[in-house]
């Protein structure tokens, strides 16, 4: 069983950076998905970025294509996502989800059996 532990929220000017960390651990099997998720109030959960644990191949979202950046370090069992150019509408609380490998679209929330705990953004205009 995979837990997931997110850190690295936090304030931020607009046009500011974070990075947030998602640290997998228990038994992290290699094949699987590992994907950030947003929720603002009241809004529905939306898919931020995705990375597979493999190969690393890496999907993202059409609002942050060029802002975001997911990686990956396999030796610390951790996924990133680097955030620049933050906007206040990126204000959410970020979540770290794992799922398998092949399923549903990276995007589609079901996907995922695993879930962090959240870590909040909020970014001030």
């Known amino acids: 069983q995979v837990q997931l532990v997110e850190s690295g929220g936090g304030l931020v000017q607009a046009g500011g950076s974070l990075r947030l960390s998602c640290l997998a651990s228990?038994?992290?099997?290699?094949?699987?998905?590992a994907t950030w998720f947003r929720q603002a109030p009241g809004e529905e959960r939306e898919a931020v970025a995705s990375?597979?644990?493999?190969?690393?191949?890496?999907y993202s979202a059409d609002s942050v294509k060029g802002r975001f950046t997911v990686s990956k370090d396999n030796s610390k069992n951790t996924v990133y996502l680097q955030m620049n150019s933050l906007k206040p509408e990126d204000t959410a609380v970020y979540y770290c989800?794992?799922?398998?490998?092949?399923?549903?679209?990276?995007?589609?929330?079901?996907?995922?059996?695993?879930w962090g705990q959240g870590t909040q953004v909020t970014v001030a205009s």
């Open positions: 990375i597979t644990w493999d190969v690393g191949t890496t």
């Open positions: 989800a794992a799922g398998p490998l092949y399923g549903s679209p990276w995007y589609d929330s079901n996907r995922y059996d695993t």
């Open positions: 228990g038994r992290t099997p290699r094949t699987y998905i």
